[in-house]
Protein backbone atom coordinates (compact mmCIF):
# COMPACT_ATOMS: atom_id res chain seq x y z
CA UNK A 1 0.00 0.00 0.00
CA UNK A 2 1.57 3.84 -0.91
CA UNK A 3 1.88 6.32 1.58
CA UNK A 4 -0.79 8.73 0.18
CA UNK A 5 -3.60 5.57 0.02
CA UNK A 6 -6.51 6.51 0.97
CA UNK A 7 -7.99 3.22 0.80
CA UNK A 8 -10.39 3.60 -2.51
CA UNK A 9 -8.55 1.60 -4.92
CA UNK A 10 -10.81 2.04 -8.12
CA UNK A 11 -9.57 5.19 -8.07
CA UNK A 12 -5.58 4.90 -7.83
CA UNK A 13 -3.61 4.64 -10.65
CA UNK A 14 -1.24 2.62 -8.59
CA UNK A 15 -4.05 -0.47 -8.15
CA UNK A 16 -2.06 -2.86 -9.85
CA UNK A 17 1.43 -2.13 -7.99
CA UNK A 18 -0.30 -2.20 -4.95
CA UNK A 19 -2.33 -5.64 -5.57
CA UNK A 20 0.33 -7.16 -7.01
CA UNK A 21 2.87 -6.22 -3.68
CA UNK A 22 -0.07 -7.23 -1.41
CA UNK A 23 -0.35 -10.54 -2.86
CA UNK A 24 3.23 -11.29 -2.78
CA UNK A 25 3.38 -10.03 1.12
CA UNK A 26 0.61 -12.70 1.51
CA UNK A 27 2.51 -15.39 -0.38
CA UNK A 28 5.29 -15.30 1.82
CA UNK A 29 3.12 -15.01 5.06
CA UNK A 30 1.53 -18.28 3.89
CA UNK A 31 5.47 -19.75 3.02
CA UNK A 32 6.30 -18.75 6.57
CA UNK A 33 3.26 -20.21 8.47
CA UNK A 34 3.78 -23.25 6.24
CA UNK A 35 7.39 -23.62 6.94
CA UNK A 36 6.75 -22.58 10.86
CA UNK A 37 5.04 -26.03 11.45
CA UNK A 38 8.53 -27.77 10.38
CA UNK A 39 10.74 -28.54 13.06
CA UNK A 40 13.92 -28.72 11.50
CA UNK A 41 15.15 -27.81 8.09
CA UNK A 42 18.38 -29.35 6.11
CA UNK A 43 19.46 -28.33 2.22
CA UNK A 44 21.57 -31.20 0.99
CA UNK A 45 24.14 -29.53 -1.58
CA UNK A 46 26.96 -30.87 -3.91
CA UNK A 47 29.18 -28.24 -5.51
CA UNK A 48 28.30 -30.64 -9.03
CA UNK A 49 26.00 -33.21 -9.90
CA UNK A 50 26.16 -37.42 -9.38
CA UNK A 51 28.03 -37.53 -6.57
CA UNK A 52 24.65 -38.85 -4.88
CA UNK A 53 23.05 -36.16 -3.10
CA UNK A 54 19.41 -37.45 -3.79
CA UNK A 55 20.66 -40.99 -2.99
CA UNK A 56 22.06 -39.45 0.07
CA UNK A 57 19.06 -37.23 0.85
CA UNK A 58 16.75 -40.13 0.33
CA UNK A 59 18.47 -42.57 2.91
CA UNK A 60 19.13 -39.95 5.59
CA UNK A 61 15.28 -39.52 4.85
CA UNK A 62 14.33 -42.68 5.73
CA UNK A 63 17.22 -43.21 8.21
CA UNK A 64 15.35 -40.52 10.14
CA UNK A 65 11.70 -42.06 9.60
CA UNK A 66 13.56 -44.65 11.32
CA UNK A 67 14.62 -43.31 14.55
CA UNK A 68 11.15 -42.23 15.60
CA UNK A 69 9.79 -39.79 13.49
CA UNK A 70 7.81 -42.27 11.47
CA UNK A 71 5.71 -39.57 9.27
CA UNK A 72 7.51 -36.60 10.22
CA UNK A 73 9.61 -36.57 7.53
CA UNK A 74 9.41 -35.03 4.54
CA UNK A 75 11.79 -34.24 1.09
CA UNK A 76 11.54 -31.01 -1.05
CA UNK A 77 13.46 -32.48 -4.41
CA UNK A 78 13.90 -29.10 -5.71
CA UNK A 79 15.76 -30.06 -8.56
CA UNK A 80 13.06 -28.78 -11.30
CA UNK A 81 15.01 -30.33 -14.13
CA UNK A 82 16.77 -33.57 -13.29
CA UNK A 83 14.06 -34.80 -10.10
CA UNK A 84 15.03 -38.26 -9.15
CA UNK A 85 13.71 -38.46 -5.85
CA UNK A 86 10.51 -40.36 -6.32
CA UNK A 87 12.57 -43.09 -8.93
CA UNK A 88 14.91 -43.59 -5.42
CA UNK A 89 11.60 -44.11 -3.62
CA UNK A 90 9.78 -46.09 -5.86
CA UNK A 91 7.09 -43.04 -6.31
CA UNK A 92 7.86 -41.92 -10.33
CA UNK A 93 4.42 -42.09 -12.30
CA UNK A 94 2.53 -40.80 -9.06
CA UNK A 95 0.53 -37.68 -8.57
CA UNK A 96 -0.32 -34.97 -6.21
CA UNK A 97 -3.88 -35.68 -4.58
CA UNK A 98 -5.97 -32.69 -4.55
CA UNK A 99 -8.68 -32.69 -1.60
CA UNK A 100 -11.25 -29.36 -0.21
CA UNK A 101 -8.11 -28.03 2.10
CA UNK A 102 -5.75 -28.08 -0.69
CA UNK A 103 -2.60 -30.16 -2.62
CA UNK A 104 -1.05 -33.34 -0.40
CA UNK A 105 2.81 -34.15 -0.72
CA UNK A 106 2.95 -38.09 -2.15
CA UNK A 107 3.12 -39.91 0.54
CA UNK A 108 6.73 -42.36 0.52
CA UNK A 109 7.90 -45.39 2.76
CA UNK A 110 7.51 -44.49 6.61
CA UNK A 111 4.81 -41.53 5.76
CA UNK A 112 7.71 -39.62 4.59
CA UNK A 113 5.98 -36.70 2.81
CA UNK A 114 7.21 -36.40 -1.12
CA UNK A 115 7.19 -33.15 -3.12
CA UNK A 116 8.56 -32.68 -6.52
CA UNK A 117 8.46 -31.71 -10.37
CA UNK A 118 8.21 -35.49 -11.12
CA UNK A 119 5.02 -35.42 -9.91
CA UNK A 120 3.40 -33.07 -12.66
CA UNK A 121 5.42 -34.31 -15.77
CA UNK A 122 3.62 -36.20 -18.67
CA UNK A 123 6.28 -38.46 -19.30
CA UNK A 124 9.50 -39.49 -19.28
CA UNK A 125 10.79 -37.72 -22.08
CA UNK A 126 8.91 -34.49 -21.26
CA UNK A 127 12.13 -32.42 -20.39
CA UNK A 128 11.30 -29.62 -17.95
CA UNK A 129 12.50 -25.96 -20.34
CA UNK A 130 11.71 -23.51 -17.72
CA UNK A 131 13.98 -20.42 -17.39
CA UNK A 132 14.70 -18.89 -13.54
CA UNK A 133 11.75 -17.44 -12.73
CA UNK A 134 9.51 -19.65 -13.74
CA UNK A 135 11.28 -22.97 -11.77
CA UNK A 136 11.58 -20.50 -8.98
CA UNK A 137 7.63 -20.30 -8.83
CA UNK A 138 7.24 -23.64 -8.75
CA UNK A 139 9.38 -24.31 -5.91
CA UNK A 140 7.92 -20.76 -3.74
CA UNK A 141 4.42 -22.98 -4.47
CA UNK A 142 5.98 -26.18 -3.29
CA UNK A 143 6.64 -24.67 -0.03
CA UNK A 144 3.60 -23.03 0.53
CA UNK A 145 0.64 -24.39 -1.39
CA UNK A 146 1.56 -28.15 -0.69
CA UNK A 147 0.22 -29.17 2.72
CA UNK A 148 3.39 -30.54 4.54
CA UNK A 149 1.38 -30.48 7.98
CA UNK A 150 3.55 -30.99 11.21
CA UNK A 151 6.90 -32.29 10.38
CA UNK A 152 9.93 -32.58 12.65
CA UNK A 153 12.45 -32.96 9.25
CA UNK A 154 12.18 -31.45 5.79
CA UNK A 155 15.01 -32.83 3.50
CA UNK A 156 15.80 -30.47 0.64
CA UNK A 157 17.44 -31.89 -2.22
CA UNK A 158 18.92 -28.79 -3.86
CA UNK A 159 20.15 -28.72 -7.59
CA UNK A 160 23.42 -28.93 -8.06
CA UNK A 161 26.24 -26.30 -7.91
CA UNK A 162 26.38 -23.19 -5.81
CA UNK A 163 24.56 -21.05 -8.74
CA UNK A 164 21.90 -18.83 -8.71
CA UNK A 165 19.13 -21.74 -8.80
CA UNK A 166 20.36 -23.66 -5.19
CA UNK A 167 21.33 -19.40 -4.16
CA UNK A 168 17.45 -18.28 -4.50
CA UNK A 169 16.23 -21.60 -3.34
CA UNK A 170 18.03 -21.56 -0.23
CA UNK A 171 16.54 -17.76 0.02
CA UNK A 172 13.60 -18.82 -0.24
CA UNK A 173 13.50 -20.88 2.94
CA UNK A 174 13.26 -19.47 6.37
CA UNK A 175 15.19 -20.55 9.43
CA UNK A 176 16.98 -22.86 7.56
CA UNK A 177 18.67 -25.22 10.35
CA UNK A 178 22.06 -25.93 8.04
CA UNK A 179 23.80 -27.58 4.83
CA UNK A 180 24.84 -31.48 4.39
CA UNK A 181 27.33 -30.88 1.87
CA UNK A 182 27.98 -34.48 -0.44
CA UNK A 183 31.23 -35.12 -2.03
CA UNK A 184 33.46 -38.20 -3.88
CA UNK A 185 36.78 -38.61 -2.34
CA UNK A 186 38.49 -37.64 -4.81
CA UNK A 187 40.74 -33.86 -5.82
CA UNK A 188 38.54 -32.60 -8.07
CA UNK A 189 35.71 -33.19 -5.85
CA UNK A 190 37.74 -31.31 -2.46
CA UNK A 191 37.83 -27.94 -4.86
CA UNK A 192 33.86 -28.62 -5.58
CA UNK A 193 33.57 -29.14 -1.40
CA UNK A 194 35.48 -25.07 -1.18
CA UNK A 195 32.70 -23.66 -2.98
CA UNK A 196 29.82 -25.42 -1.75
CA UNK A 197 31.40 -24.65 2.01
CA UNK A 198 31.67 -20.67 1.01
CA UNK A 199 28.19 -21.32 -0.63
CA UNK A 200 26.86 -21.42 2.85
CA UNK A 201 28.73 -19.71 4.76
CA UNK A 202 28.00 -16.57 2.35
CA UNK A 203 24.32 -17.08 3.13
CA UNK A 204 24.78 -17.20 6.44
CA UNK A 205 23.61 -20.84 6.84
CA UNK A 206 25.22 -23.10 9.52
CA UNK A 207 27.40 -26.06 7.59
CA UNK A 208 26.37 -28.91 9.50
CA UNK A 209 29.30 -31.36 7.60
CA UNK A 210 30.33 -32.82 4.76
CA UNK A 211 29.82 -36.33 3.97
CA UNK A 212 32.22 -38.25 1.71
CA UNK A 213 29.81 -40.72 -0.54
CA UNK A 214 31.19 -43.42 -2.74
CA UNK A 215 34.89 -43.78 -0.39
CA UNK A 216 35.60 -46.96 -1.31
CA UNK A 217 34.69 -50.59 -2.34
CA UNK A 218 33.93 -53.15 -0.02
CA UNK A 219 34.21 -56.43 -1.65
CA UNK A 220 31.07 -58.48 -1.15
CA UNK A 221 33.23 -61.82 -1.84
CA UNK A 222 36.34 -61.21 0.33
CA UNK A 223 35.30 -57.67 2.97
CA UNK A 224 38.24 -56.08 1.89
CA UNK A 225 37.92 -52.72 1.36
CA UNK A 226 39.27 -51.33 -2.45
CA UNK A 227 39.59 -47.39 -2.55
CA UNK A 228 38.13 -47.25 -6.24
CA UNK A 229 38.99 -43.12 -5.93
CA UNK A 230 41.31 -41.74 -3.55
CA UNK A 231 40.69 -41.62 0.13
CA UNK A 232 40.10 -39.21 2.69
CA UNK A 233 39.19 -36.39 0.45
CA UNK A 234 36.35 -35.80 2.60
CA UNK A 235 37.46 -35.65 5.92
CA UNK A 236 40.87 -33.62 5.18
CA UNK A 237 39.06 -30.99 3.28
CA UNK A 238 36.72 -30.76 6.17
CA UNK A 239 39.42 -30.26 8.58
CA UNK A 240 41.11 -27.97 6.44
CA UNK A 241 38.20 -25.71 6.45
CA UNK A 242 36.98 -26.36 9.95
CA UNK A 243 34.29 -28.21 8.90
CA UNK A 244 32.76 -31.16 10.75
CA UNK A 245 33.34 -34.51 9.01
CA UNK A 246 29.77 -36.31 9.08
CA UNK A 247 31.40 -39.93 7.50
CA UNK A 248 31.82 -42.11 4.65
CA UNK A 249 29.48 -44.03 3.01
CA UNK A 250 31.03 -46.69 0.89
CA UNK A 251 30.16 -47.64 -2.68
CA UNK A 252 27.44 -50.66 -2.52
CA UNK A 253 25.94 -52.38 -5.61
CA UNK A 254 22.71 -52.64 -3.59
CA UNK A 255 22.57 -48.83 -3.12
CA UNK A 256 22.51 -48.23 -7.24
CA UNK A 257 20.23 -51.23 -7.95
CA UNK A 258 18.07 -50.68 -5.36
CA UNK A 259 17.56 -46.89 -6.27
CA UNK A 260 17.06 -48.01 -9.88
CA UNK A 261 14.16 -50.08 -8.40
CA UNK A 262 12.40 -47.64 -5.90
CA UNK A 263 12.99 -50.01 -3.06
CA UNK A 264 14.50 -48.18 0.03
CA UNK A 265 17.88 -49.66 0.35
CA UNK A 266 18.87 -49.12 4.34
CA UNK A 267 15.76 -51.03 5.27
CA UNK A 268 16.30 -53.62 2.99
CA UNK A 269 20.30 -53.81 3.57
CA UNK A 270 20.01 -53.11 7.59
CA UNK A 271 23.41 -54.52 8.07
CA UNK A 272 25.21 -53.40 5.17
CA UNK A 273 28.69 -51.14 6.36
CA UNK A 274 26.85 -48.38 3.79
CA UNK A 275 23.70 -48.57 6.34
CA UNK A 276 25.38 -48.60 9.59
CA UNK A 277 27.82 -45.15 8.01
CA UNK A 278 24.25 -43.69 6.95
CA UNK A 279 23.11 -44.65 10.74
CA UNK A 280 25.98 -43.04 12.46
CA UNK A 281 25.70 -40.04 10.45
CA UNK A 282 22.49 -39.44 11.29
CA UNK A 283 23.49 -39.65 15.06
CA UNK A 284 26.16 -36.37 13.95
CA UNK A 285 23.00 -34.43 12.75
CA UNK A 286 20.76 -34.90 15.51
CA UNK A 287 23.50 -33.94 17.97
CA UNK A 288 24.48 -31.01 15.92
CA UNK A 289 20.31 -30.14 15.97
CA UNK A 290 20.22 -30.70 19.81
CA UNK A 291 17.37 -33.33 18.67
P1 LIG B 1 23.28 -36.74 -7.63
O1 LIG B 1 21.99 -36.48 -6.91
O2 LIG B 1 24.46 -36.19 -6.89
O3 LIG B 1 23.27 -36.33 -9.06
P2 LIG B 1 22.49 -39.52 -7.48
O4 LIG B 1 22.02 -39.62 -6.09
O5 LIG B 1 21.47 -39.43 -8.56
O6 LIG B 1 23.54 -38.32 -7.63
O7 LIG B 1 23.48 -40.76 -7.71
C1 LIG B 1 24.13 -41.00 -8.95
C2 LIG B 1 24.27 -42.49 -9.14
O8 LIG B 1 25.18 -43.03 -8.20
C3 LIG B 1 22.97 -43.25 -8.95
O9 LIG B 1 22.91 -44.29 -9.91
C4 LIG B 1 23.09 -43.84 -7.56
O10 LIG B 1 22.37 -45.06 -7.39
C5 LIG B 1 24.58 -44.10 -7.47
N1 LIG B 1 25.12 -44.05 -6.09
C6 LIG B 1 25.06 -43.01 -5.23
N2 LIG B 1 25.72 -43.31 -4.09
C7 LIG B 1 26.18 -44.59 -4.22
C8 LIG B 1 26.94 -45.47 -3.38
N3 LIG B 1 27.36 -45.12 -2.19
N4 LIG B 1 27.21 -46.72 -3.88
C9 LIG B 1 26.80 -47.11 -5.10
N5 LIG B 1 26.10 -46.31 -5.93
C10 LIG B 1 25.79 -45.06 -5.51
Not at 63 to 77: E, Q, R, T, Y
Not at 87 to 94: P, V
Not at 118 to 141: C, H, T, Y
Not at 252 to 276: L, M, Q, R, V, Y
Amino acid sequence: MSEECNGKCNDCTKMDACTDSKKEQLEQDILKLRMSKIKHKIAIISGKGGVGKSTVTVNLAIAFALHNHANKVGILDADITGPSVPKILGLHGQRFQVGPPGIFPVPGPLGIKVVSMDFLLENDESPVIWRGPLKMGAIKQFLSDMLWGELDFLFIDLPPGTGDEPLSIMQLIPEMDGTVIVTLPSELSEIVVKKSVTFSRQLNVPLIGVIENMSGFICPKCGEKVNIFKTGGGQKIAKDLSVPFLGSIPIDTDICSDSDNGIPFITEHANSPATKALKEIVKKIEQFLGV
